[in-house]
């Protein structure tokens, strides 16, 4: 009867031993798809650090032609003419820095929401990590209890066949 409850144990911890290796799996699957995640996470980062590099060099081209207007200014004063053309390129210029401002402001806040979806993405990594390191241990452990059950048996089978 020993011997019978003995293979119903070995078999009930091989099964729980296979479903842990299972849903190790299934975690270092999701464990690869966040890194994926990341990676992608990581390019979108640069890609809009590049872009807001460009913002920045736009804002300088936009201060040199401020300033250029300026002097367009003071000389359409002095000549008299081209006042109309002068306050639409004026009106033009302004409008091209507060579209650039909304972008650039649309890209800080774009940057802003990928670190933080970045940070969130690592924590989750290191939550799996733990995890499958657990349930690593958890069959590491397992599979030992099914060992020594197995010695058990054959111990039981020998001793028993020596009757």
């Not at 920045?56 to 207007?69: D, H, N, R, V, W």
């Not at 000549?79 to 302004?94: F, P, S, V, W, Y």
Request: hydrophobic share 30%; aromatic share 4%.
């Amino acid at each position: 009867m020993s011997l019978i409850f003995s293979n119903l144990n070995c078999c009930l911890i091989s099964f729980k031993v296979d479903e842990k290796e299972e849903t190790i799996k299934v975690l270092n699957i999701k464990l690869e798809e966040a890194e994926n995640n990341e990676s992608r996470m990581q390019n979108t980062i640069f890609s809009m650090t590049e872009k807001i590099e460009e913002l920045e060099g736009y804002q300088e081209e936009i201060k040199s032609l401020t300033a250029k207007l300026d002097e367009d200014e003071a000389r359409e004063m002095d000549l008299g003419r081209n006042i109309t053309m002068q306050q639409a390129e004026i009106d033009k210029l302004e409008d091209k820095c507060s579209q650039l401002e909304a972008k650039n402001k649309e890209l800080c806040d774009k940057f802003e929401q990928t670190e933080t979806t970045l940070t969130e993405s690592r924590n989750q990594n290191t939550l799996l990590q733990t995890e499958i390191d657990k349930l690593e241990s958890d069959v590491r452990a397992e599979k030992a209890k099914y060992e020594e059950l197995t010695k058990e048996l054959d111990t039981t089978n020998d001793e028993m066949s020596f009757y």
